[in-house]
C-alpha cells in the first residue's frame, strides 16, 4: 500500500502528475517547458555544484531585500556581458524553484535597463509574471503599453494563458476570437489549459466541444494534449475511456512518450491488469531518454506493483546514483519495497533517509508507517508515533487510516474501527480521498471486514469507494459481496448494484450471487 500524507494524488499520481504538469500548472507558450517536462532541476534543497560564473546560481541565491540589480552590476562589473541567454536560463530556473517575484524583478530590470534590445519573448516573460502576481487587469494594462511590433502571437498568447492560470475562462474565449480575428495562431497549449479546467466530473462534458473547436482552429492536439486526457480517464478509473483515448491518439499519429506509457501503465496496475501494466512498463524503458527521477518513481511504483524485486531493486540503484536523489524518491521506494514483502528492505531505505534528511514531516513518516500497517505490525507503529511526537510532527487522517487497516491486519477489529472514526474527524481534502492510496488502504479494509462478515462496516467503507468511482472495477464489488456471503445475508439488488456502479460482472461475481441466493428465505 503506498504511503500517506497530503501530497496524495500521491506517489502514483504524484510521480506522473510532476511529469505532465499534475494537471494543474500553468503553461506559458514559448516562454515556459510544456507539460511534460522531465528536467532534472531541483528545487531549493538541490543547490548543488554549478559553474561560480553563473548568473542565474547568483539571482538564486539572493537574500531577502537584496536587489536584482546588484547581481547584473556586480556581474557586469566583473566584465560579463548580460546575454539574453543568461537572462532566460535565470528565468527558467526561477520559474521551476516557483520564485515568482524575483523572476519579475529580473524581467522589470532587462525592460528598464535594456542591457540588449528587448524582443517579443522578453515582454512574454514580463508579462507572465505580472499577470500572475499583481492580476489580469495588471497584465491587461502591461499588454496595452507594450510596443505594437510585439503584440504579436508569443504575447496573445501568453494572455489568454495568464488568464485561464487565473480561472477566467470568458474573458480567455475573448482574446482567442480576437486573435482569429488577427489571423494570430492559437497554441495547443492553451487548449491544453482549457481541457484541464473543464477535468471535473461536472464539467467533463465540455472537452469533445474543447477539441471540436481546437481541430477547427486547425491546431493539432500535442502528445501532452493526449496526456492530459489519458490522465483524467485514469483519475475517473476508466480503463475503457482510457484505452479509447489512446487509440485516438495512435489514429492521430501522434507518437507516446515515456509520460503516455506512466499514465497508461499506472492506470492498468491500479485495476489490476497487471499483464498489460507489464507490456507498458516494456514501453517506458524503451522510450525513456535519460535518467529522470519523475519516471524513475513511477517505474519504482510499478514494479512494486508487479512484484518484481530484481527491478525494483536495479530501478532503486539507478535513482541512488543521480546527483541529488529526492526525499520523495525515498518515499516511493519505501512504499514500493513493503508492497513487496521486502519489509527489511523499506526499513533499510528509511534508515538510509534518516542518515541523509532532516525527518521533520508526517509525510515521510507516513512511508514507513504505512508498511508496518499494510503488514499488521501495529507494535512497530506505536515506536514510530513516539519518534514523530520528538520531531514535531502530527498524526494526520491518512496516518489514522494507515494505522486503522495495522490494527485490522492485527486481529485489534474493535480499535481499528475506533481509529478509522478518530480518522475522519480529522480534516481531509476530496483530493486525498480520491487518491489511489487512500483508496487502496480503504479497500484493504473492506476485504477484512469482508472475511469477516461485518456487513454494516464494509457498507460504510464501501460508500467512500463509491464516491471516488473507484467502484469500476469489479474487484471492488465482489469483496462487497463476499462480505454477505461470510455473513449469511440476502440482499436482491446486489447484482444491479454492480452494472449501475459502472463495472462489469465477471465469473467470481456470478458465483458470488449465487451463493448469496442460498441465503434468501
Not at 209 to 228: C, E, G, R, W
Request: with cysteine.
Amino acid at each position: 500500500m503506498p504511503t500517506i500524507v497530503p501530497r496524495f494524488e500521491w506517489r502514483l499520481s504524484a510521480a506522473f502528475g510532476r511529469a505532465i504538469g499534475a494537471l494543474s500548472d500553468g503553461v506559458y507558450y514559448c516562454t515556459q517547458t510544456s507539460i511534460g517536462d522531465h528536467s532534472d532541476t531541483e528545487s531549493a534543497e538541490s543547490n548543488g555544484v554549478e559553474e561560480p560564473n553563473c548568473l542565474s546560481l547568483r539571482i538564486e541565491r539572493l537574500t531577502r531585500g537584496e536587489s536584482v540589480g546588484c547581481v547584473f552590476q556586480r556581474w557586469m562589473g566583473e566584465g560579463f556581458p548580460v546575454h539574453r541567454g543568461d537572462v532566460f536560463h535565470a528565468i527558467n530556473r526561477l520559474r521551476k524553484l516557483k520564485l515568482n517575484k524575483r523572476a519579475l524583478e529580473v524581467m522589470e530590470w532587462v525592460i528598464r535597463e535594456k542591457p540588449y534590445r528587448p524582443k517579443e519573448l522578453d515582454y512574454s516573460y514580463l508579462l507572465e509574471f505580472t499577470t500572475k502576481l499583481h492580476g489580469i487587469s495588471q497584465g491587461e494594462r502591461l499588454f496595452s503599453r507594450v510596443p505594437s511590433e510585439f503584440q504579436k502571437e508569443l504575447l496573445y498568447n501568453n494572455l489568454v494563458i495568464a488568464c485561464l492560470d487565473k480561472g477566467v475562462i470568458r474573458l480567455s474565449l475573448e482574446y482567442m476570437k480576437k486573435m482569429r480575428e488577427l489571423g494570430h495562431p492559437i497554441s495547443y497549449l492553451i487548449f491544453n489549459r482549457l481541457i484541464i479546467l473543464h477535468s471535473s466530473s461536472s464539467r467533463r462534458k465540455m472537452i469533445p466541444k474543447i477539441l471540436t473547436q481546437m481541430k477547427a482552429d486547425k491546431v493539432f492536439p500535442h502528445v501532452s494534449t493526449y496526456n492530459i486526457l489519458l490522465k483524467i480517464e485514469a483519475n475517473e478509473h476508466s480503463i475503457e475511456g482510457l484505452v479509447k483515448v489512446f487509440g485516438d491518439m495512435k489514429q492521430a499519429k501522434v507518437e507516446p512518450n515515456e509520460i503516455t506509457y506512466c499514465i497508461v501503465a499506472t492506470a492498468h496496475a491500479v485495476a489490476r491488469l497487471y499483464t498489460v501494466c507489464e507490456a507498458y512498463v516494456e514501453a517506458i524503458e524503451k522510450s525513456m531518454t535519460g535518467n529522470n527521477w519523475s519516471t524513475l518513481d513511477v517505474l519504482i511504483i510499478l514494479y512494486g506493483y508487479l512484484g518484481k524485486v530484481e527491478d525494483l531493486e536495479r530501478t532503486w540503484a539507478v535513482v541512488q546514483e543521480l546527483p541529488h536523489v529526492r526525499s520523495k524518491s525515498f518515499l516511493v521506494a519505501i512504499e514500493a519495497f513493503g508492497r513487496t514483502g521486502q519489509v527489511n528492505r523499506a526499513e533499510e531505505v528509511w534508515a538510509e533517509l534518516k542518515s541523509r534528511k532532516h525527518v521533520k514531516s508526517t509525510e515521510l513518516f507516513n512511508s514507513i508507517i504505512s508498511v508496518y500497517c499494510k503488514h499488521g505490525f501495529v507494535d512497530k507503529v506505536s515506536v514510530l508515533f513516539r519518534e514523530m511526537k520528538l520531531n514535531g510532527c502530527k498524526p494526520n487522517a491518512i496516518t489514522y487510516r494507515h494505522l486503522a487497516l495495522g490494527c485490522l491486519k492485527a486481529g485489534l477489529t474493535k480499535e481499528g474501527l475506533k481509529t478509522i472514526d478518530l480518522g475522519m474527524k480529522q480534516s481531509t481534502s476530496n483530493r486525498v480521498k480520491k487518491s489511489t492510496p487512500w483508496l487502496e488502504t480503504t479497500l484493504s479494509m473492506v476485504e477484512i471486514l469482508a472475511e469477516k462478515g461485518d456487513v454494516e462496516n464494509a457498507e460504510k467503507l464501501f460508500e467512500e469507494l463509491k464516491r471516488a468511482n473507484y467502484i469500476r472495477y469489479t474487484f471492488v464489488y465482489n469483496t462487497l459481496i463476499k462480505a454477505y456471503v461470510k455473513a449469511k445475508v440476502y440482499s436482491p439488488n446486489l447484482l444491479r448494484r454492480v452494472v449501475l456502479g459502472g463495472a462489469r460482472p465477471d465469473a467470481e461475481t456470478y458465483s458470488l450471487i449465487k451463493l448469496v441466493e442460498q441465503f434468501k428465505t
